[in-house]
């Protein structure tokens, strides 16, 4: 299926949950992913949405990267 | 006659002020305190119930919701001798009085939820769900709450995936079908004339939810989970509160109706925090202790004949109970996936597992070719802090750029009796969420989760065995 992080379209297996979102997201732009567990991630109307949330097929998803 | 007049004026005065007194009589509150999502957070069981307690002493008409997937998240929970009877245990003491059946409530088979519903002293209310009569499974389409004379009508409904059914393993469906929510919903109007208040108890996510309130505006309120939207307190979507938070119990919302001449005329909403909160329900604290001490984690599922000593050892184990369970042709596990190198000799227990494997990984399983393959495996070491994944069904070769040992230049897959691997050939490949996640190689299949953790599937496997013995097992080699 397909999620859309922040800007970017992501190819995820059927069944991911926002964390596998984050995960990819942050490996294809080569991000820390030990920062994940600090990441609030927000759905398209801007309400905040928990790591274990389900996902479906062209959800938008948003989500903001922590400095260091 | 002057004094019949002026009696007259004292009776007009002492009815303009007792009038509003009596209307005020007829305005009822109702009560709601609603949990979504709970995924099996039993350490917070005792701050819900204190939550509980308190409102219960305010309003003793109090109403317990939960929106479903209680379960699901702690194998203390999920792994019990009764597969997540800790969590149902806890609600009958919280006093819980409906909920309806998230996905994951299908996640132990149908006889399994038959079996939980039978130990609950709350109602499952489910409408689209509709078991063959010979699981014996106890649900309601809906229910009437009679509260100090309000009459609170509850309609429940679980989401469907694109398949048709609930997000769970497929086989977990088997002698259950399943009709569309709004479908279904939409034939439980009648609630509106016999009730005061009619709910809907959903786990069909936040959007979802926002669009059932178009269709249906004779709903006062969704009470919603699935999609773990933390709202503040609650929203007005075409005149109808829709409420839902976050998962694993870090808040609750407590939702206030006020009804008068069999309408709701207000509608309030406020969160809880539940995991922050000092006190504590002793009963509750007591019963997640003992569900913590639970002897069931120490059961014995094989014997190793030979101590491990390696995580390759471990590993290939791992990969080797993937692809049996899941009954595809190769598996693999990221080398980050294997929490310890060594076990001795003798028993391997439920508890041993859940220490190897204690991530609540999915198992994903995708057809592959064998190049594609190929590729994952090198992708999988790039992106899993250059450490090589461990194997089933195949081994392979790497030699790695002796300039950047970061950099592999060349992989090579062969068959366990060293033969050549068909490249172009599918296969079904199985591994975790976590590595299907991180492996962002090219792919025409990106795969599907089974809905089974990966520590699950080793469970399943382990107790098949009589004896283990991966001593001196490898399967992936280096050359230089």
Not at chain 1, 35 to 45: G, P, R, T
Not at chain 2, 195 to 208: A, K, M, Q, T
Not at chain 2, 326 to 348: I, K, Q
Not at chain 2, 363 to 368: D, F, K, Q, S
Request: hydrophobic share 40%; glycine share 8%.
């Amino acid at each position: 299926m397909r999620v859309k992080v922040n800007r970017r379209w992501l190819q995820l297996f059927e069944g991911a949950r926002v964390g596998n979102a984050l995960l990819r997201y942050f490996t294809v732009r080569k991000l820390d992913k030990q920062l994940i567990d600090k990441v609030e991630v927000h759905d398209a109307l801007g309400h905040v949405i928990d790591h274990d949330a389900p996902l479906h097929n062209e959800e938008i998803i948003r989500c903001l990267i922590p400095k260091l | 006659m002057l004094n019949s007049k002026v009696m007259k004026k004292y009776f007009y005065l002492l009815l303009a002020l007792l009038l509003p007194l009596g209307i005020q009589a007829e305005r009822k509150e109702v009560h709601i305190v609603s949990v979504n999502d709970m995924h099996a957070y039993l350490k917070a069981a005792p701050m819900l119930a204190d939550v509980v307690d308190s409102l219960r002493t305010l309003y003793p008409g109090l109403l317990v919701f939960s929106a479903g997937d209680n379960r699901t998240g702690d194998p203390l929970n999920d792994m019990y001798e009764i597969p997540a009877y800790p969590m149902v245990a806890l609600m009958n003491q919280i006093g819980f009085d409906a909920t309806t059946l998230g996905n994951h409530e299908f996640d132990s088979n149908p006889q399994g939820l038959a079996r939980l519903i039978g130990l609950s002293s709350f109602t499952y209310i489910c409408a689209n769900c509709h078991p063959d009569p010979s699981l014996r499974m106890h649900l309601v389409p809906s229910k009437v709450f009679d509260v100090g004379g309000v009459k609170v009508g509850v309609v429940g409904a679980v989401q469907l995936g694109s398949h048709g059914y609930p997000d769970s393993h497929p086989d977990n469906m088997k002698g259950l079908s399943f009709t569309p929510v709004n479908e279904t919903v939409a034939q439980y109007e009648w609630l509106r004339q016999q009730c005061d208040v009619v709910i809907l108890l959903s786990h069909n996510g936040y959007e979802n939810d926002v669009e059932t309130t178009a269709l249906f505006p004779w709903l006062d309120l969704i009470i919603g989970g699935h999609t773990h939207t933390q709202l503040e307190g609650g929203e007005m979507h075409n005149g109808i509160l829709v409420t839902q938070n976050a998962n694993g119990l870090k808040k609750v919302t407590h939702i206030t109706l006020v009804v008068d001449g069999g309408k709701v005329v207000e509608k309030r909403a406020e969160n809880i925090d539940v995991r922050c909160r000092k006190g504590r329900n002793g009963t509750a604290t007591e019963l997640v202790r003992y569900f913590c001490n639970n002897p069931a984690f120490e059961r014995v599922l094989t014997q190793v004949e030979e101590p491990f000593t390696s995580y390759e050892e471990l590993g290939c184990m791992m990969a080797d109970a993937f692809v049996a369970e899941t009954a595809s042709d190769l598996g693999f596990v990221n080398f980050g996936g294997v929490r310890y190198d060594e076990h001795p000799a003798g028993p391997f227990t439920v508890s041993d597992v859940l220490r190897l494997d204690p991530f609540n990984n999915d198992a994903v399983v995708m057809e592959l070719t064998g190049e594609e393959f190929r590729q994952m495996l090198v992708s999988c070491f790039e992106n899993d802090e250059f450490k090589l994944p461990f194997v089933s069904g195949v081994q392979y070769e790497v030699k790695r750029d002796s300039a950047d040992p970061h950099k592999l230049k060349k992989l090579t897959v062969k068959t366990l009796d060293g033969k050549k691997f068909d490249l172009k050939r599918k296969y079904w490949v199985v591994t975790n969420s976590y590595v299907a996640s991180i492996v962002d190689s090219p792919r025409q299949d990106q795969g599907q989760s089974i809905n089974r953790h990966t520590a699950d599937l080793m469970i399943g496997y382990l107790e098949k065995q009589p004896s283990i013995n991966y001593s001196g097992v490898r399967r992936v080699f280096e050359v230089k």
